[in-house]
C-alpha cells in the first residue's frame, strides 16, 4: 500500500482538533458520544485522515463499548496490528497502514460465530461513506 507521509503541521490544518488528538496522538473519544456508534446504514467505513476503506457496514455490531465495533477489516493489510502497552495495558492498536493514524484498539471478545474479534475504534478517525442506492 503506498504510503502518505505529512508534517504535523499538514496533519494539524487538514484535521480537526479532535480528530488530530485521535488519528495522530492516539487520543480517544468519550464512549457513546461518537457519530457512528449506532450507525446501521449500508455503506463503507474509510480513514477521516487519508480515506484508505477501512471496515464495511456488514461487519459493524453493537457490542455496547459505545464505539462503533467491527469484527473484521474490509482487506487485510489496510489496517496494521501494533502492541500498545501505554496506560499499564497490554493491548492491540489499530492503525491505518496507509497515513499511520491511530483508530483504535482490537480484542479478542467480538462475535463468536463470526471472527471473535471486535475492532474497537474511534467515529472521529472515520468517515461513513453511504453506498448509493441507485
Ligand atoms: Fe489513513
Known amino acids: 500500500m503506498e504510503e502518505i507521509k505529512k508534517s504535523d503541521q499538514e496533519w494539524r490544518e487538514q484535521l480537526t482538533d479532535q480528530q488530530y488528538h485521535i488519528l495522530r496522538e492516539a487520543g480517544t473519544e468519550r ?13 463503507m467505513y474509510v480513514c477521516a485522515a487519508c480515506g484508505n476503506r477501512l471496515f464495511s457496514s456488514g461487519t459493524k455490531f453493537h457490542s455496547g463499548s459505545g464505539w462503533p465495533s467491527f469484527w473484521d477489516v474490509i482487506n ?7 502492541t500498545d502497552s501505554s496506560q499499564g495495558m497490554n493491548r492491540v492498536e489499530a ?8 483508530l483504535g484498539h482490537v480484542f479478542n471478545d467480538g462475535p463468536q460465530d463470526k471472527t471473535g474479534m471486535r475492532y474497537c475504534i474511534n467515529s472521529a478517525a472515520l468517515e461513513f461513506e453511504a453506498q448509493s442506492s441507485e
Open 95 to 102: 492503525v491505518c497502514a496507509k497515513c499511520g493514524g491511530h
Open 76 to 82: 487485510e493489510g489496510n489496517i496494521e496490528l501494533h
Open 31 to 43: 464512549p457513546f458520544s461518537g457519530e457512528y456508534v449506532d450507525t446501521e446504514d449500508d455503506g
